[in-house]
């Protein structure tokens, strides 16, 4: 499976994003699609993840409310809606796939099967 995200760039505070990940190699009714961010000096976080076999969605506390994950299976193509950007979400946005268990997903970084190459998101005015 290869995955190509897209969608970065530069916004001011209070802006918005979408953010795209386009899977090849497999639909995505067999796996379920993270998103992950790495802001400079930082670790990699977890951030939102979907699984389109059952529809259930994950976003982790600090952007909920603000980011939207979602999937068009048609596309192949996973995305992220994110809405009133603050420049704490500055960093670089990974999407990553694991393998669909019969139930959801989840944003352990250390059980993805597949990464893709990161999107730079800038957040300044």
């Known amino acids: 499976v290869q995955l190509q995200a897209s969608g970065g760039g530069l916004v001011q505070p209070g802006g918005s994003l979408r953010l795209s990940c386009t899977a090849s190699g497999s639909t995505l009714d067999r796996y379920a699609i993270a998103w992950f961010r790495q802001a400079p000096g930082k670790g990699r976080e977890g951030v939102s993840c979907?699984?389109?076999?059952?529809?259930?969605?994950y976003h982790t506390d600090s952007v909920k409310g603000r980011f939207t994950i979602s999937s068009d299976n048609a596309e192949n193509t996973v995305y992220l809606q994110m809405n009133s950007l603050k420049p704490e979400d500055t960093a670089v946005y990974y999407c990553a796939a694991h393998r669909y268990g019969g139930w959801g997903c989840h944003v352990m970084a250390n059980r993805m099967d597949y990464w893709g190459k990161g999107t730079l998101v800038t957040v300044s005015s």
């Open positions: 979907i699984s389109s076999a059952d529809g259930i969605t």
